[in-house]
């Protein structure tokens, strides 16, 4: 049985940055009362810290619902919800006046050092479902504090944690020596302090993702420096992104601007290279070392951008099922597997996949992606929403979908695979299944387009179960056994179009009728009967595309000032 007095008790919300302070509005909409745990002293304490650069994402996305509500309630007004705002306008517009409203819920300078089951370490079975959550607090004044909680919502991020500049995931021999040279974000080179110490420099930026991009166009405005640009993959492939096509228009027009640079000569590529080693050279300057025994010489500073990863050290008396590779809850790794999944694929998912043997404690926000990048604010948004429900016992309301994505994905940015039927539809999908050739020698059709194609092509020799596909839009080529059977696999799990040459229903090429209940004789379930249908069926011709898109201008958002700095 519970404990008598679990009810009165608060969901302690670690962390009061954007999925933070949005688990507390949604647990106290929902009736519940939350206490905001931030070991800052503000609002968006790591927000704060790249205050200068530019998000890829609208307003429009990044105001989680229930704190849209309570914030309006205060008077607050909704920036211009088509504006694109900096790390500073996220805070200034939003998460401050979003703690103002929670009040005293919030306590800064608070951090947590540990959370346990009350009276029991790790190892004790008996009461783990009974009894409540015990969170250590260490406050700014040194002072300590235990806090008895029904609910833990870990929504601390990783921002403080960035993975090191060494290949194999442990700082490079030298790295922690060379600390004074070496910076691990984006640079803010409209301080005129940070500006000068890049200026006229040799800089090399280390990363692949976005952060990277970014630091490397900031750089090339700052007059005489010279640029090293070291990437662990081989070559640069689809590091530029979708660029027009990118489903999120100005994280594209970023790539665009970073590929320019390079083919300017702004930015000399080093790839393949894993760093091994930092050593300094007679005059004081870095030099980099990898296995294969390469060197980058002479460096002054390195930009360190290589992602980041959980802080799970202060959680190790909670019973946490965490994907060995990712370090995220087992049942969301599958659907957020940056080797098949971008963020605008990730099928929108809840309480459900987030739930660890430790009843009541959830990891939510970037933290529960572990080490996958592939995060977006209202995914979020849409975590803690089920969450706050399924605490509150609406467990029709944890397990209901509310975020609804863009068709092909909010910033899918590889590129679409496009099906151009007869009829003059055309649908789009990041991943095929090619299913029209035998299975000992795979055919693979040569399609007009598809060499430029960066999204997943897989044949259907290759394929093997579902999960990794969830909530994606696939296309399905072929008519014959293997399509049909792929496609009504993927059907529960995905959004599937079957795309065939023929104009006779796949399955049915004895040309009786296609039927959507009962099959006669002479014909095959059409794949949208009831129970096992792709979306639709049709004849098609397939290409390869990306689909033009426009980049928006970047305004001031309404009421709150631009940043004084400059924004790359």
Not at 42 to 70: C, I, K, M, T, Y
Not at 186 to 191: E, K, N, R, T
Not at 252 to 271: M, N
Not at 451 to 458: I, P
């Amino acid at each position: 049985m519970e404990w008598a007095g679990m009810s009165e008790l608060p969901v302690v919300v670690v962390g009061a940055g954007p999925i933070g302070l949005a688990a507390a509005s949604e647990v106290l909409e929902r009736g519940l009362e939350p206490v905001v745990l931030e070991r800052g002293s503000q609002a968006g304490a790591s927000v704060a810290q790249w205050n200068h650069v530019r998000l890829f994402s609208q307003w429009s996305e990044l105001v989680d619902p229930a704190a849209g509500r309570l914030l309006e309630a205060t008077g607050w007004e909704h920036p211009a919800a088509e504006d694109y705002p900096t790390g500073q306008e996220w805070v200034a517009c939003y998460l401050a006046p979003l703690a103002a409203a929670l009040g005293e819920r919030v306590r800064f300078g608070a951090e947590v050092v540990g959370v346990a089951r009350r009276g029991r370490d790790r190892v004790v079975d008996h009461g783990r479902d009974t009894e409540p959550l015990t969170v250590h607090v260490r406050h700014a004044d040194g002072r300590e504090e235990l806090i008895t909680a029904r609910a833990v919502i870990d929504a601390s991020g990783t921002w403080t944690n960035p993975n090191p500049l060494g290949g194999d995931g442990l700082p490079a021999l030298g790295e922690r020596a060379a600390a004074d040279r070496i910076t691990y974000q984006v640079p803010d080179l409209g301080d005129p302090v940070v500006r000068e110490r890049f200026a006229g420099r040799h800089v090399a930026v280390a990363g692949s993702g976005h952060s990277a991009l970014t630091a490397l166009v900031a750089l090339t405005a700052v007059a005489g420096t010279r640029i090293s640009w070291i990437l662990r993959r081989g070559s640069v492939g689809t590091t530029f992104g979708g660029g027009e096509a990118d489903q999120l228009p100005a994280r594209g027009a970023l790539g665009l601007r970073a590929k320019e640079a390079v083919d300017a000569g702004l930015v000399q590529i080093v790839s393949g290279f894993r760093t091994e080693a930092v050593t300094r050279d007679e005059q004081g300057r870095l030099v980099l070392r990898s296995g294969d025994g390469r060197t980058v010489e002479a460096v002054d500073e390195v930009v360190v951008v290589t992602g980041f990863r959980p802080d799970l050290s202060w959680l190790s008396e909670l019973r946490l099922e965490l994907d060995a590779t990712l370090q995220a809850p087992v049942a969301l790794a599958p659907l957020i597997d940056p080797n098949v999944h971008s963020c605008g694929t990730v099928y929108p998912h809840g309480a459900k996949e987030l739930a660890h043997p430790e009843p009541n404690v959830y990891l939510a926000g970037m933290k529960s992606y572990g080490r996958a990048p592939t995060f977006l604010a209202m995914t979020g948004y849409e975590q803690v929403r089920s969450i706050a429900a399924a605490l509150a016992g609406d467990h029709e309301a944890a397990g209901r979908v509310e975020l609804v994505l863009a068709e092909t994905g909010v910033c899918g940015g590889a590129g679409l695979f496009v099906v151009s039927t007869d009829s003059g539809e055309e649908l789009s999908a990041p991943i095929v299944i090619a299913a029209t050739g035998a299975f000992t020698s795979p055919y693979r059709p040569a399609l007009p387009g598809l060499d430029e194609f960066t999204g997943t092509v897989l044949h259907s020799g290759d394929y093997r179960e579902p999960s990794p596909f969830a909530g994606q839009r696939i296309v399905v080529v072929g008519a014959a056994n293997s399509a049909v059977q792929i496609a009504i696999d993927l059907a529960p799990h995905a959004r599937v179009t079957l795309a065939t040459r023929s104009a006779t229903p796949p399955g049915n090429r004895s040309g009786g009728t296609c039927t959507s209940g009962s099959p006669s004789p002479d014909s095959t379930p059409c794949p949208s009967a009831p129970g096992c249908a792709p979306s639709r069926a049709c004849p098609s011709r397939t290409r390869a595309a990306t689909a033009p898109r426009s980049t928006p201008a970047h305004q001031t958002s309404a009421g709150c000032s631009p940043p004084s700095t400059a924004t790359p």
